[in-house]
C-alpha cells in the first residue's frame, strides 16, 4: 500500500501541487547538480569550478580552463524518482566562462484512484479503482554567465526557465540566480549565491500562481596539500527560501585528492554522505555519491565529467 501511494505523495510534494502553498514551489530544484557535490554534503558553492557552477554559483565558471560537459544520472527512493543533469561549459572572452545546464526529474506510474460509486462511502462493495496512470515530470533550463573582476572576484548570473508537468496540468516560470567568489588567499575561497533574487513566479494552466522565495547560500572552501595530496575542507549554509525556518542549516564536505583516486564525505542538515571520485583518462572523470535517507532508502548518483 505504501508503495502505490508512494509516487503520489513525492509528486505532489516536489511539484508543490496544483493547488499547493507556495512554500514548496521550488522544491525540486534542491536535489543538487553532480555526484561531487552531492558526496560533499551540498557544501559547494565555494568550490564549484567545473561545469555544474552554473547551477551552484555561476561566478564559479570563471575558473574553467577549457570546455566540459557533465552529466548526472540519479535514482531516489528505490527509484520511484528519476532525476538526470546535463550541463555544456567554456571559457570566453567577454564572459570568462559560460554554461547551459538542464535538469530533469521524473515520477512515473502516479496512480490516480475513484469510487464506482462516488455517492457512497468506501467498503468491501464500493473498493477504490485506478481512474488513470499519470505522471509527474520537471524541466529547469539554466543559462550562465560568468566574469572576473580583477584577479581574486567573480560575478555569475544565472537566468533559468522552467516547466512542470503532472497529469493534466502544466505550469511555467522564469527566474535569476546571482553568485559571487572571491579568492582570499591560493588556499582560501569565500562564496555566495543568492537564488531566485526576484522571487520566482509559476504560472499554472489552472490560474494558479506558485513563487519560489529567494534564499542566500553562504560558503568557504579550504585547500591543503596533505600525505602527497589535496585535501579540500568545506563549509555551507541556506538561509531563506520555501523551506525557511528559524535554524539555519550548516552543511559540510571534506575532500582528498590523490593522482587519480578521490575520497570524499560530507553532512548536509545531519544526513551523512560518501563519495569516490576516479580519474582513468586525464580529461575524463568519474564520481559516484552515496547519500543516507534516514526513512527511505539511500540514494546513489553517478556523474562522468569530460573536458575537451
Known sequence: MLKSLLPLALALLLTGTVHAASRYAGEFLGLGA?????????????????????????AGLSALSGRQVHLTHSEHFSGLIQRDFVAVAQPGRLLHGMALSVVRMGIDDIHFTELPDPLQSPSTDNRPRIASTEQSVDYALYLSGSRRLGTRLSLGLSAKAIYRHVASFNAYGFGLDLGARYQLSPQIALAANVRDITTTPIVWNTDISDRIQPSLLLGVAYAIPIAGGQTTAL???????????????????????????????????GRQSFGLGLTPYSNLDLDLAYLQHDALEATYQLSASFRF
Open 34 to 58: 553532480g555526484a561531487r557535490s552531492a558526496a560533499l554534503g551540498s557544501a559547494y558553492v565555494a568550490l564549484a569550478d567545473d561545469a555544474t557552477a552554473g547551477y551552484w554559483n555561476a
Open 235 to 269: 563549509l555551507s549554509t541556506r538561509s531563506g527560501g520555501d523551506t525557511a525556518t528559524a535554524d539555519v542549516p550548516l552543511n559540510a564536505g571534506v575532500e582528498y585528492r590523490h593522482h587519480y583516486i578521490t575520497l570524499r564525505a560530507g553532512l548536509e542538515e
